[in-house]
């Protein structure tokens, strides 16, 4: 598949070379190990939110730092946790003595190593929760939570870090709410097309012209189900009524609604996935508070959407609604 | 036979130019059963060992070379495997700390730490569809070789059956662990690539320890 690259080797760094550069006014690059970025600005005696994951899924994560977002990122390799050694950077730059909030997507990779770098700033006395994000619906049963995967959700549960830390909640606290709305999100989403590594440049899976695979994961892990590609209407609603069911949605309730792009999906198809969303929680007399369309966690140029709802109480749209600025979303 | 550190240093380069050129054989069975980059982060990590294998050249400790390589593989890597064979490096380089060289005991006692290692930290067990299904019947064949006396060249060549033997049976098995872990039935039929690099790396050990110590390749 073509890229517009130079080096595969080199796509990661010169990536984070061109976004630091892009935006000055939001973003510092730490020194050491270059993988490490950090708010320009930290608001005084704030906890910290520290996020990460892999590269490859852009804006997502170095875009969610700022205001309303998080404080810090480290990036890694492409589709892998970064290393302890970045975590570590970051959470030293943001730590400001009221402790750090670790909040990240549910993969090995980046369990071990957000936990390393915890260990290591214990040593150094600085304090850290962690919160594992598993909106991902598809990626195992409802009874075991614990193995399920983050994607889209993430933007969502780092809104609300970013903003309950603004809002001067303690690290516990903030443990709770996002726990909280880590409980009341849920993803599905469907790829169309594979995206493909720069080091490989192979399609990471096949997927033939007339199919569509329900619940593949955001680095081409194999999904639920595969089957004849179907209209925007009934994706849909087939997504989303695994949705509706796991959250219980009843009249009269709020959610946040994201419908997040892979990589090659346009956004009028993105939009007509959200009419369909929207016509359906309508009919089962949700209200949606706020919602988002576009690419958030895209997945290099895979192509396929998801869609992701928050079941909103009082305190989480406030949070919600608390205003943002940084690369990826800005709210006023 | 005594390995000195140089020559350890060499078999590490000879690990690391294999990984590398079967990356691609890696990454392959990865996209089976995972995000297909499995040979991309070990040929990363094995090229960040080579480099630093260069300014390490007149350091004579062994475990210190582990030590300083653990964390190169670690930083380099991130992931899933990163912290994994930082931990195995750690581990076994920490049984090595302060030898110029390694007797054949020094290499078992090597092996089995790091496996030590890479299990405590994944908290894996045989049969979970891991590199530990290949690690696991390696250091057994190994330890249980040693114990019993047998020639050392029998004892590397068998370990390193072992370890195919291991490899191939993950075929059979339902994943439990990783992104694959999530796939449940599907991933039954393909080899775990973790598995597959972990025969590598031993059997890239045993070649070049072979040829570096003049034994015959059988």
Known sequence: MKKLINHPDRVVDEMIDGYVAAYPNHIARLSTSGRALVRKQLQKGKVGVVIGGGSGHEPGFMGYVGKGFADGVAVGNIFASPSPEPILEVTKAVDQGAGVLYIYGNYAGDCMNFDMSAELAAMENIRTATVRITDDAASAPIDQMEKRRGIAGFVLLFKVAGAATEKGYSLDETVRVCTKANERTRTMGVALSPCSLPQTRKPAFELADDEMEIGLGIHGEPGMTRGKLAGADEVAAQLLDRITDELQLRRGDRVAVLVNGLGSTTLMELYIVFRKTAEILDSLGVHIHRSYVGEYVTSLEMGGCSITVMKLDDELAGLIDHPADCPALTQL | ?218
Not at chain 2, 22 to 30: A, G, I, P, V
Not at chain 2, 128 to 133: A, E, H, P
Not at chain 2, 160 to 179: H, I, N
Request: aromatic share 6%; proline share 2%.
């Open chain 2, 1 to 218: 036979m005594p390995l000195s550190a140089r020559e350890f240093m060499r078999i590490l380069l000879e690990i690391g130019e294999r990984v590398e050129n079967e990356q691609h054989r890696l990454s392959e069975l990865d996209r089976a059963i995972g995000d297909g980059d499995h040979g991309v982060s070990m040929a990363i990590g094995w090229r960040a060992i080579r480099d630093k294998i260069k300014e390490l050249e007149h350091e004579e400790d062994i475990g210190a070379i582990l030590q300083v390589l653990s964390k190169t593989f670690l930083n380099a890597v991130g992931a899933s495997v990163g912290p994994l064979y930082g931990m195995a490096f750690l581990k076994g380089g920490a049984v090595l700390k302060g030898k110029t060289s390694l007797s054949e005991r020094d290499i078992v006692e090597f092996w089995a730490a790091a496996v030590d290692g890479i299990r405590q930290l994944g908290k894996a067990e045989l049969g979970d569809k891991t590199m530990l299904d290949a690690w696991i019947p390696i250091v057994n064949s190994l330890r249980s070789s040693m114990e019993s006396g047998a020639d050392w060249l029998n004892t590397l060549d068998q370990a390193v059956r072992a370890g195919e033997a291991g490899m191939e049976s993950t075929r059979q098995l339902l994943s439990q662990k990783g992104r694959s872990g999530r796939l449940g039935d599907r991933s039954v039929g393909h080899i775990d690539p973790g598995a597959a690099s972990a025969c590598l790396i031993f059997s890239s050990f045993v070649d070049a320890y072979k040829r570096i110590k003049g034994m015959n390749i059988g």
